[in-house]
Nanobody, 126 residues
């Protein structure tokens, strides 16, 4: 079975930084576009960032642009979300997901992601 496990969440103050990690078991990682999503109560799960198989292409949403960076290390089967200058509105459960595809492109459509982690809580106090 394919397993995606997020880690690195926690309770921090506004302005702090966190680095989330997602490790992926099996052979799917290097064949997959990866994404980070977040969910808060009362809102749909939303895309935060995505990165192509090789890491050559990446995208972050406007609300986190300039503060968050997505990266991957295919030798470690790990994708990262570096979160700087955190704000209370960043509070959410953060999920990583994998989209197995033949193209070195990002994926922005949530339904295209095949595998999901269980999430890690990020809470930012003011």
């Amino acid at each position: 079975q394919v397993q995606l496990v997020e880690s690195g969440g926690g309770l921090v103050q506004a302005g702090d930084s966190l680095r989330l990690s997602c490790t992926v078991s099996g052979r799917t990682f290097s064949s997959s576009t990866m994404g980070w999503f977040r969910h808060t109560p009362g809102k749909d799960r939303e895309l935060v960032a995505t990165i192509s198989k090789s890491g050559a292409r990446s995208y972050v949403v406007d609300s986190v642009k300039g503060r968050f960076t997505i990266a991957r290390d295919n030798d470690k089967n790990t994708v990262y979300l570096q979160m700087n200058s955190l704000k209370p509105e960043d509070t959410a459960v953060y999920y990583c997901a994998a989209d197995v595809k033949p193209f070195d492109s990002i994926t922005i459509i949530i339904a295209d992601y095949e595998y999901w982690g269980r999430g890690t809580q990020v809470t930012v106090s003011s």
